[in-house]
Nanobody
């Protein structure tokens, strides 16, 4: 059973920064592709960023490109999301997700999910 636990969310003013962490309790973390998704109130869950198992490749949603950075520390079984220049429209619950099979931007391709962490950006 894989468990993902996010942390680092909170309330920040527009233009500020937050770093989210996602700790995975899985022995094969180095083989897992990881991703962050987010869901704002009344909206569908949307893709934010993904990173390949080896960390060689990353893909960002256009809305966060240049502001967010994903990284993966296989030694710590943790994936991070550094969020800079935050905007009110970034307000959402952020979820990390893991897949050992697909490296994808589709939520349905991910097998394991964290419980989510709230990010609120005030204007």
């Amino acid at each position: 059973q894989v468990q993902l636990v996010e942390s680092g969310g909170g309330l920040v003013q527009a233009g500020g920064s937050l770093r989210l962490s996602c700790a995975a309790s899985v022995g094969t973390f180095s083989l897992s592709h990881m991703a962050w998704f987010r869901q704002a109130p009344g909206k569908e869950r949307e893709f934010v960023v993904r990173i390949s198992s080896s960390s060689w490749s990353t893909v960002y949603a256009d809305s966060v490109k240049g502001r967010f950075t994903i990284s993966k520390d296989n030694a710590k079984n943790t994936v991070y999301l550094q969020m800079n220049s935050l905007k009110p429209e970034d307000t959402a619950v952020y979820y990390c997700a893991a897949s050992n099979n697909f490296w994808s931007s589709r939520s349905g391709d991910y097998d394991w999910w964290g419980q989510g962490t709230q990010v609120t950006v005030s204007s």
